[in-house]
T-cell receptor, first 113, second 114 residues
Framework: SQTIHQWPATLVQPVGSPLSLECTVE??????LYWYRQAAGRGLQLLFY??????ISSEVPQNLSASRPQDRQFILSSKKLLLSDSGFYLC????????????FGPGTRLLVL | GENVEQHPSTLSVQEGDSAVIKCTYS??????FPWYKQELGKRPQLIID?????GEKKDQRIAVTLNKTAKHFSLHITETQPEDSAVYFC?????????????FGTGTRLTIIP
């Protein structure tokens, strides 16, 4: 069966510091991968998605970037965090057979101070 | 692009009663409509989905209905229980044209009153 991992689970970072969040998927090949952000009490904002290694589509211009160095690894980065970057970051995957059905990882709770 | 509106934003229901959450979508080409449940501090989890070739789908106490003509779909929860308290998100997509993205509604916070 497929499993999706995210780490770290929680992170407290000062403004202006860099960020690296990692997501990995097990049990499937060539998944579509997604990064979402959820502000406290709010909805799901799609940040990036990837249909293959090195293929990244950005949905919202911001100080974040994403990379997919391996088939089942998706990384979210920032060079300098802003206070507004605080939130719950969720990675999701969908299979190449049922591309429309997305399954979410456990999330990373980021607090920027 | 697709736009999904969800109502109500909050809903309180007595335990044992039914709850209904409604969503409308703008793109008539959308053909896949999932519902996710997100408990406090947890990840969203898929609870039911429907495709445009069917009008209704049931899974125990949960059902989803789809009206393609009116471009709206609804989640129905019967015999509500305290564990149904959560935020529910609807979404829509059209994966047939290489569109791998889901467009989400803004969420409904459902509270079950014991």
């Amino acid at each position: 069966s497929q499993t999706i991992h995210q780490w770290p689970a929680t992170l407290v970072q000062p403004v202006g510091s860099p960020l690296s969040l990692e997501c990995t998927v097990e049990g499937t090949s060539n998944p579509n991968l997604y990064w979402y952000r959820q502000a406290a009490g709010r909805g799901l904002q799609l940040l990036f998605y990837s249909v293959g290694i090195g293929q990244i589509s950005s949905e919202v211009p911001q100080n974040l970037s994403a990379s997919r160095p391996q088939d089942r690894q998706f990384i979210l980065s920032s060079k300098k965090l802003l206070l507004s970057d605080s939130g719950f970051y969720l990675c999701a995957w969908s299979g190449w057979v049922r591309q429309e059905t997305q399954y979410f990882g456990p999330g990373t709770r980021l607090l920027v101070l | 692009g697709e736009n999904v509106e969800q109502h109500p934003s909050t809903l309180s229901v007595q335990e044992g009663d039914s709850a209904v959450i409604k969503c409308t979508y703008s793109d008539s080409a959308s053909n896949y409509f999932p519902w996710y449940k997100q408990e406090l501090g947890k990840r969203p989890q898929l609870i039911i989905d429907i495709r445009s070739n069917v009008g209704e789908k049931k899974d125990q106490r949960i059902a989803v209905t789809l009206n393609k003509t009116a471009k709206h779909f609804s989640l129905h929860i019967t015999e509500t229980q305290p564990e149904d308290s959560a935020v529910y998100f609807c979404a829509a997509s059209n994966p047939n044209f290489g569109n791998e993205k889901l467009t989400f509604g803004t969420g409904t916070r459902l509270t079950i009153i014991p």
